[in-house]
């Protein structure tokens, strides 16, 4: 069946980096849409403060990107901007690309999809929080993934205060974090930085940082620029080869945990994502945070690591990572546990050609990019310019492409999503949106398009 020249009417959950990506291509493009955002403000993760709970940022936060690498490529960010903004300038930003896209007037704010139901038909009836129902031929999933907390499972209880970072404001919020112990759990970005933060002499605590598997430590600036402005992958050769380089280069950059008291990694550089920071390594150096294996068992106040030694904490700090969680389906419909949701080019499931999943990804070194690349190809379906590929042909990429991106990685939630965004652009731009064109221009391209009215 081919596609009715009329474009479909389109559903985009979320008004964070994704949706608004998603909902300015679509735009672009002529598509009708409806974007349904549960707060009162875009952002979603870089909406400090959100009311709906999804922000996840600190008060302290500072990008790890460089603008350089974060900027949308038809929007860059002002020449202004320090190298690494705070998470206000990054909300400022997103201000000024959605004003100048006039892209507010196509969200309903305070109004996020309680459910979304697939009809036998195709298309989608949503339920919105006003308690009405819609419909539309198109739903595009941009909920992200940074908002729903993943917490350690350690054996035994813990009878102090125990947070997820996701909840963490700063050291007076939500708990008073002065003159305190301290347990950090984790070392990704968000650990690092907070453990930094709460290590501080002028707060009288004592910092304890754990960490599982332990992690590269890389710099923010190397030769005085961005050190991202180095990190640049090419599709022309074997990523085996181009990571084994930079797995002999990594010592120039003093990013071996084990220089810092840290345990050894149990991976290889770039075998899992790298925690990226200035200063953990100084306070690491100057004693004001105490490292640590992995907990082992919780007791009381006391915390049992695995190299056998034992201390007692006021206050747990999981800096665990996240779920990626559709609270709008139906578990039994979809759902994505630990983390593993095989997606065709990380936006479509095979069988449901009226469904686009949009940001979900790890994608190294930068977000922002990896998003408008993928608003290509959804502006692209939407409008009958592409075709999506045969079942089985996206069922055998889907396996291709998790081994290229994470074959190589640590079999941890955090890194399923894990893609190279170099890798992954020219992927898109150079092979599949042009493969996608020409079995559209050869075979039409299949419903969903003009079916809800």
């Given at each position: 069946?081919?596609?009715?020249?009329?474009?479909?009417?389109?559903?985009?959950?979320?008004?964070?980096?994704?949706?608004?990506?998603?909902?300015?291509?679509?735009?672009?493009?002529?598509?009708?849409?409806?974007?349904?955002?549960?707060?009162?403000?875009?952002?979603?993760?870089?909406?400090?403060?959100?009311?709906?709970?999804?922000?996840?940022?600190?008060?302290?936060?500072?990008?790890?990107?460089?603008?350089?690498?974060?900027?949308?490529?038809?929007?860059?960010?002002?020449?202004?901007?320090?190298?690494?903004?705070?998470?206000?300038?990054?909300?400022?930003?997103?201000?000024?690309?959605?004003?100048?896209?006039?892209?507010?007037?196509?969200?309903?704010?305070?109004?996020?999809?309680?459910?979304?139901?697939?009809?036998?038909?195709?298309?989608?009836?949503?339920?919105?929080?006003?308690?009405?129902?819609?419909?539309?031929?198109?739903?595009?999933?941009?909920?992200?993934?940074?908002?729903?907390?993943?917490?350690?499972?350690?054996?035994?209880?813990?009878?102090?205060?125990?947070?997820?970072?996701?909840?963490?404001?700063?050291?007076?919020?939500?708990?008073?974090?002065?003159?305190?112990?301290?347990?950090?759990?984790?070392?990704?970005?968000?650990?690092?930085?907070?453990?930094?933060?709460?290590?501080?002499?002028?707060?009288?605590?004592?910092?304890?940082?754990?960490?599982?598997?332990?992690?590269?430590?890389?710099?923010?600036?190397?030769?005085?620029?961005?050190?991202?402005?180095?990190?640049?992958?090419?599709?022309?050769?074997?990523?085996?080869?181009?990571?084994?380089?930079?797995?002999?280069?990594?010592?120039?950059?003093?990013?071996?945990?084990?220089?810092?008291?840290?345990?050894?990694?149990?991976?290889?550089?770039?075998?899992?994502?790298?925690?990226?920071?200035?200063?953990?390594?100084?306070?690491?150096?100057?004693?004001?945070?105490?490292?640590?294996?992995?907990?082992?068992?919780?007791?009381?106040?006391?915390?049992?690591?695995?190299?056998?030694?034992?201390?007692?904490?006021?206050?747990?700090?999981?800096?665990?990572?996240?779920?990626?969680?559709?609270?709008?389906?139906?578990?039994?419909?979809?759902?994505?546990?630990?983390?593993?949701?095989?997606?065709?080019?990380r936006m479509f499931k095979p069988g449901m050609d009226d469904l686009v999943f949009m940001g979900f990804a790890q994608a190294t070194p930068t977000l922002f990019p990896f998003v408008e690349s993928q608003a290509r190809l959804l502006a692209a379906y939407a409008t009958g310019h592409y075709r999506l590929p045969p079942l089985d042909e996206m069922e055998r990429v889907i396996v291709e492409d998790q081994q290229k991106y994470t074959g190589h990685v640590l079999d941890r939630p955090r890194h399923t999503q894990q893609v190279d965004y170099f890798i992954y652009e020219h992927d898109l731009r150079a092979k599949e949106i042009p493969a996608g064109r020409k079995r559209a221009q050869q075979y039409g391209v299949p419903a969903p398009a003009g079916r809800a009215g």
């Amino acid at each position: 069946m081919s596609r009715p020249t009329q474009s479909p009417t389109a559903a985009v959950i979320g008004a964070g980096i994704s949706g608004l990506t998603s909902g300015k291509m679509l735009g672009d493009y002529g598509v009708d849409y409806t974007c349904f955002e549960s707060s009162d403000r875009i952002g979603g993760n870089w909406a400090f403060g959100n009311p709906n709970g999804h922000s996840s940022a600190y008060r302290s936060l500072h990008i790890d990107t460089s603008k350089h690498r974060l900027s949308f490529k038809d929007f860059p960010m002002p020449d202004d901007y320090p190298d690494f903004p705070h998470h206000t300038q990054i909300k400022a930003y997103l201000e000024s690309y959605a004003e100048a896209f006039d892209l507010k007037d196509r969200i309903e704010f305070r109004n996020g999809v309680v459910s979304a139901k697939r009809l036998p038909e195709g298309g989608w009836e949503l339920l919105d929080q006003a308690g009405a129902t819609r419909h539309f031929d198109l739903l595009v999933v941009a909920n992200g993934h940074h908002w729903d907390p993943r917490m350690a499972d350690f054996p035994g209880e813990f009878t102090g205060d125990s947070i997820h970072s996701h909840h963490y404001i700063d050291p007076k919020d939500p708990l008073d974090f002065t003159h305190q112990r301290i347990l950090v759990v984790g070392l990704g970005n968000s650990a690092a930085d907070i453990a930094v933060e709460l290590s501080s002499r002028s707060l009288q605590n004592e910092v304890t940082l754990s960490t599982r598997s332990s992690a590269w430590i890389v710099p923010k600036y190397t030769g005085g620029l961005p050190a991202d402005k180095y990190y640049v992958t090419t599709p022309y050769l074997p990523l085996a080869w181009q990571r084994k380089f930079l797995q002999k280069m990594q010592f120039m950059a003093g990013s071996n945990p084990e220089l810092y008291g840290l345990p050894a990694p149990n991976h290889k550089f770039f075998e899992a994502h790298p925690t990226q920071s200035v200063e953990l390594p100084l306070r690491l150096g100057s004693g004001d945070i105490t490292p640590k294996g992995n907990v082992s068992r919780l007791d009381g106040r006391t915390v049992h690591f695995e190299d056998g030694t034992s201390s007692d904490f006021d206050v747990i700090v999981y800096a665990t990572g996240y779920n990626i969680t559709f609270p709008f389906f139906d578990p039994d419909f979809i759902s994505a546990p630990d983390n593993q949701i095989p997606l065709f080019k990380r936006m479509f499931k095979p069988g449901m050609d009226d469904l686009v999943f949009m940001g979900f990804a790890q994608a190294t070194p930068t977000l922002f990019p990896f998003v408008e690349s993928q608003a290509r190809l959804l502006a692209a379906y939407a409008t009958g310019h592409y075709r999506l590929p045969p079942l089985d042909e996206m069922e055998r990429v889907i396996v291709e492409d998790q081994q290229k991106y994470t074959g190589h990685v640590l079999d941890r939630p955090r890194h399923t999503q894990q893609v190279d965004y170099f890798i992954y652009e020219h992927d898109l731009r150079a092979k599949e949106i042009p493969a996608g064109r020409k079995r559209a221009q050869q075979y039409g391209v299949p419903a969903p398009a003009g079916r809800a009215g």
